[in-house]
Nanobody, 124 residues
Framework: QVQLEESGGGLVQAGASLRLSCVDS????????MGWFRQAPGKERDFVAA????????HYADSVKGRFTISRDNAKRAVLLQMNNLKPEDTAVYYC?????????????????WGQGTQVTVGS
């Protein structure tokens, strides 16, 4: 069972940093790979970053490599997304999701429902 809630978004200027948090109140968090996705107005939801269940493997979209870092704390049932050097094109609603494996998360094959998302707006 997966129940996700994202937080940490906001309105910032280009070059600033934000840290997003996603908490899974379900019972099987530590056995799932996790990922972050984002959806800009009028566009499809796109993959951003993923992390394996143990945290040892990560994968990033090319557009965020070197700027974003995904991590997880299984004891707190949380997955974090540290976003540095934000750009206006990072503006979107950010969602987290769970999957059976990191490869399935990267492919967008998620378990359960998406959370409500958290808005990130980056001004120029």
């Amino acid at each position: 069972q997966v129940q996700l809630e994202e937080s940490g978004g906001g309105l910032v200027q280009a070059g600033a940093s934000l840290r997003l948090s996603c908490v899974d109140s379900g019972r099987t968090f530590s056995s799932h790979a996790m990922g972050w996705f984002r959806q800009a107005p009028g566009k499809e939801r796109d993959f951003v970053a993923a992390i394996s269940w143990g945290g040892g493997t990560t994968h990033y979209a090319d557009s965020v490599k070197g700027r974003f870092t995904i991590s997880r704390d299984n004891a707190k049932r949380a997955v974090l997304l540290q976003m540095n050097n934000l750009k206006p094109e990072d503006t979107a609603v950010y969602y987290c999701g769970a999957g059976d494996s990191i490869s399935r998360v990267v492919a967008g094959k998620m378990l359960g429902d998406w959370g409500q998302g958290t808005q990130v707006t980056v001004g120029s």
